[in-house]
């Protein structure tokens, strides 16, 4: 079965620092992979996803991911947090069945 | 072009009362979807809908909770009787045919009492 496994709970960054959050996936094969990010009160949105081909992957809002066979990861990194990154955010993967299962977040704290 | 609408957007019940909640997604999307995200926890799938149908219902507690979308756009979610157990956020997405991205409203955040 599909699962999605997100080690950080919770993760203070000083805003300009750099930020990885950690995704690691269990799945047969190639999966499709989704970061999402979650504001208070707000829905979800869609940060960048991973379908096959290059395996660095570009984002909205300066986010970059990249997917690594071989650890069954796919981090998300940004080289510099702006105060506006704190937020939720969530790893998925699908099994290309329009499925998505969710990791349990991490929550991003941004200290000025 | 407008999101994926949710009303409301918070409901506070006593356990035993029923409650329900409306999504209307985004024109266009035939495929719509509700989820429960418990606190502290990633969204769970509990339906899904392409057109009319649903398709995937295998994590929807039937002895409670109910869906439909009649007309194949805007869908409601019904729990009757509501226990304390069911509060969270339930959120409602969309996505288009054959697309590859599901766009996700607000959310309602429901509190059982």
């Known amino acids: 079965a599909q699962s999605v496994t997100q080690p950080d709970i919770h993760i203070t960054v000083s805003e300009g620092a750099s930020l990885e959050l950690r995704c690691n996936y269990s799945y047969g094969a190639t999966p499709y992979l989704f970061w999402y990010v979650q504001s208070p009160g707000q829905g979800l949105q869609l940060l960048l996803k991973?379908?096959?081909?290059?395996?660095l992957v570009q984002g909205i809002k300066g986010f970059e991911a990249e997917f690594k066979r071989s650890q069954s990861s796919f981090n998300l990194r940004k080289p510099s947090v702006h105060w506006s990154d704190a937020a939720e955010y969530f790893c998925?993967?699908?099994?290309?069945?329009?499925?998505?299962?969710f990791g349990t977040g991490t929550r991003l704290q941004v200290f000025p | 072009e407008a999101g994926v609408v949710q009303s409301p957007r918070y409901k506070i019940i006593e356990k035993k009362q029923p409650v329900a909640f409306w999504c209307n997604p985004i024109?266009?999307?035939?495929?719509l979807y509700w989820y429960l995200q418990n606190l502290g926890q990633g969204p769970e799938l509990l339906i899904r809908?392409?057109?009319?149908?649903?398709?995937?219902d295998s994590q929807l507690p039937k002895d409670r909770f109910s869906a439909e979308r009649l007309k194949g756009v805007d869908s409601t979610l019904k729990i009757q009787p509501a226990e304390l157990g069911d509060s969270a956020v339930y959120l409602c997405?969309?996505?288009?045919?054959?697309?590859?991205?599901?766009?996700f409203g607000p959310g309602t955040r429901l509190t059982v009492t």
């Open positions: 809908y392409e057109n009319e149908e649903a398709v995937d």
């Open positions: 998925a993967v699908s099994d290309r069945t329009d499925k998505l299962i």
């Open positions: 997405a969309s996505s288009p045919a054959g697309g590859d991205e599901q766009y």
């Open positions: 991973y379908f096959s081909g290059d395996t």
């Open positions: 024109s266009g999307h035939n495929t």
